[in-house]
């Protein structure tokens, strides 16, 4: 039970996913059922008539016997013994196999004819033994003609009967076969017109086409052929929209690395303004953002001042790097976009120009395979980055400038107040004190007054002559190129002041000084070879810049002069004062040593802030 209760459920599953399958076999299944039904009523026919037909025939010659027999009886009664004996012959065949056949026909009235055949020949039989008349006997016998008409009419009516029946359900079989053929041409229209129909109009008309002027053997094989053009156009579909997603994941997984790059340049640009580190940071957050091989910032002369190198980057130094990158008449477009050969390998260039309105500080430089692709967003996002470092290195420059200028201008009101009040006043106390050497120079002799009075005249000299270096030092201005051009053209004044050779070492590209560092440092050069001009008797002189590692600053200036030859404790040396003071505002200390060769070291240690 268990395995036929699968089987039922597999043959539901299988109607359930298959029905016009199944439907359609339901339907040839009836046919042929009905087909077999139809068979089987001609069967039965062709079994049931020839028995018939036998036994009416035998009643027909059994009844020719008896009319016969019964005739011979009319006009031969004295033969009525042989007569007898012939008739009793067909008692026996009356008790073969057709008659009895007949008895047991129990569904029809044979059975019952044949009984009242049976009793009319046992009348007959019993007339006979018990010798009646002949009149008995003749009327017996017709008895038993009459009983083989009944049995022969019964059997003829049960025979149309019967074929009537099986006619009928021929015919009805006949019908069915005809409605089933008609559901499944029904069932086809529907299956193979209409529906197929409708799934080859729903196709792509292009599609449909192209494929409706081919040849096919049937309509099935146009819809594999649909099918399997549609199938594909579908996967092409399906491997686009997969592309699609997977790119715009991509560019969105970029929008938002460009977005949170963006935020924190600002952040940072905002909290701690453009320093070298800034800068570092920067570039190597713009690599990993783009995912390049390197970025790099290459300063002009202009933007030399953010840095005291020549380019910052985030890997390596860049290998495309050319002179000729920052010529603006070979450059007319922002972003330019190129590759070249360098030892052997195709590198791809990106360069953006850091503009100002007084032209390029600097050009921002990206480098990677030859076969990366850039996307429109990320050009952008180069060229954002690019233009925000300009600015803010721009407004950085100003601000530097405008506290230069400030400072600048405080000193020249400062130099203007000196030079009107005190070098004035001075002036006048040098002239009355040569005024007074010469009306009372007998006076001053005889009295002994004159050594004072030589004594103040030379520190009213010396007074004036360091007020007017002073005045000079306030009225120096920075370069806008940086520290090393002001040197520059410092040791250029005194070289052309004296005939001194001066040698400049400046170690300080890795680091970047404050205005007022520079100011400071500036004037103690300055002063340290006023000095030696006034004081030393030098010839050479060295002045060397040095950042050591701990990050302190030493600036030492040697001359191979006569050497220390004033007493620091006297009031009247104000170089060294001056020198003192401004060591004390760089947090630093300065030094005046012997050399040991000859000649004076000044040695100026400070940490820049």
């Known amino acids: 039970m268990q395995n036929i209760s699968n089987i039922l459920i597999l043959i539901r599953k299988f109607i359930k996913k298959h ?52 005739s011979q009886l009319e006009s031969n009664f004295d033969k009525k013994n042989e007569i007898f004996n012939r008739l009793n012959e067909t008692q026996s065949e009356f008790e073969d196999g057709l008659y009895i056949w007949a008895k047991n026909q129990k569904d029809t009235k044979l059975d019952v004819s044949y009984k009242n055949l049976l009793s009319a020949r046992a009348d007959f039989a019993m007339a006979r033994v018990h010798g009646e008349t002949k009149q008995q006997l003749i009327d017996k016998g017709q008895a038993v003609i009459h009983a083989y008409n009944n049995f022969v009419s019964t059997a003829e009516k049960d025979v149309i009967i019967k074929q009537s029946l099986v006619s009928l359900l021929q015919l009805l079989c006949l019908v069915l076969v005809f409605c089933t053929a008609a559901c499944i041409m029904l069932q086809s229209w529907n299956i193979l017109i209409h529906r197929l129909g409708k799934v080859i109009a729903s196709v792509p008309k292009d599609l449909l086409l192209t494929e409706s002027n081919k040849k096919f053997e049937d309509e099935f094989e146009l819809l594999e052929k649909l099918t399997s053009g549609m199938a594909a156009r579908l996967e092409g579909i399906q491997v686009e929209t997969k592309w699609i997603n997977k790119t715009s994941a991509e560019k969105m997984r970029k929008m938002i690395l460009a977005q949170d790059f963006l935020l924190k340049l600002t952040k940072l640009i905002g909290s701690s303004g453009l320093s070298e580190a800034t800068l570092k940071k920067t570039l190597y957050s713009l690599e990993r953002t783009l995912g390049v091989s390197n970025v790099a910032l290459v300063f002009s002369d202009k933007g030399s001042r953010i840095s005291a190198q020549r380019a910052l980057f985030s890997s390596y130094m860049p290998l495309t790097f050319d002179e000729q990158m920052f010529d603006e008449t070979n450059q007319h477009q922002l972003v330019n976009q190129e590759t070249k050969l360098i030892r052997g390998e195709c590198v791809q260039c990106v360069t953006v120009p850091l503009p100002s309105p007084s032209g390029w500080l600097g050009i921002l430089l990206l480098e990677t395979e030859a076969n990366h692709y850039f996307e429109d967003a990320e050009l952008q996002l180069f060229e954002v980055t690019a233009q925000m470092l300009a600015l803010s290195m721009g407004f950085q420059a100003k601000e530097q400038e405008s506290r230069r200028v400030a400072l600048l201008e405080e000193r020249a009101v400062i130099a203007r107040e000196l030079h009107d009040s005190l070098a004035q006043s001075l002036s006048y106390m040098k002239f009355q004190m040569a005024r007074l050497q010469t009306n009372f120079s007998t006076q001053l002799i005889d009295t002994g007054a004159e050594v004072i009075v030589n004594d103040m005249r030379e520190g009213l000299d010396n007074a004036y002559r360091e007020l007017r270096e002073l005045l000079t030092t306030f009225r120096v201005r920075m370069d806008v190129r940086g520290l090393d051009h002001v ?123």
Request: net charge negative; hydrophobic share 45%.
């Open 19 to 70: 029905k016009l399958y199944a439907n359609l076999h339901a339907l040839v299944v009836s046919m042929v059922l009905t087909v077999l039904l139809m068979q089987a009523g001609s069967l039965f026919l062709f079994d049931y008539i020839p028995d018939h037909l036998s036994i009416i025939h035998k009643a027909y010659q059994d009844q020719s016997v008896w009319k016969l027999g019964v």
């Open 487 to 609: 040197l520059e053209e410092a040791i250029e004044e005194f070289s052309q002041r004296s005939s001194l050779t001066i040698t400049l070492d400046n170690r300080l590209q890795e680091c970047r000084l404050s205005v007022n560092e520079e100011f400071h440092l500036l004037h103690v050069v300055r002063e340290a070879l006023s000095n030696i001009v006034r004081h030393s008797g030098a010839e050479k002189v060295t002045i060397a810049l040095v950042l050591q590692s701990s990050g302190d600053i030493v600036v030492t200036i040697d001359d191979d002069g006569k050497g220390i030859s004033f007493d620091k404790a006297k009031p009247h040396h104000y170089g060294l004062a001056i020198m003192t003071e401004r060591a004390l505002c760089l947090g630093g200390t300065i030094e005046i040593l012997p050399r040991r060769l000859g000649g004076t070291r000044v040695r100026l240690l400070f940490h820049p802030e």
